[in-house]
């Protein structure tokens, strides 16, 4: 597999502009699959970002809580799992969102 220093880059991007990296290296790179990757990163990022809104509004009656523990983990996890199959060369797919790119 090659690109790997792209693929590297969209799922750490979470960290610095989760948003407007994946969407400059879709638009700039070729590879079919980088281009998927990237996508998926975006739309992940944009649900993570509604997902802990909606949960950080509910947890002034504490049902909100659990639900941004949950999804804040999430919004770590799945791109710290995704720069390591990367490494490793793997394939990887933000859960729920890369379903739809399958």
């Known amino acids: ?4 220093g792209l693929k590297i880059l969209v799922h750490a991007s979470t960290w610095f502009a989760p948003v407007l990296v994946p969407i400059i290296v879709y638009f700039l790179s070729s590879n079919r699959e980088v281009k998927s990757l990237s996508l998926q990163a975006v739309i992940f990022h944009l649900v993570m970002g509604v997902l802990i809104s ?6 002034w009656i504490l049902i909100g ?3 941004l523990i949950v999804f804040g983990l999430m ?3 799945a791109p710290i799992m995704g720069i390591i199959r990367a490494l ?8 729920i969102i890369g379903a739809l790119f399958a």
Do not use: G, Q, V
Request: a neutral charge.
């Open 1 to 4: 597999m090659e690109h790997k």
């Open 54 to 59: 909606i949960s950080i509004f509910f947890s």
């Open 65 to 67: 809580i659990p639900f």
């Open 75 to 77: 919004a770590l996890i």
């Open 88 to 95: 490793d060369d793997r394939p990887f797919r933000y859960p």
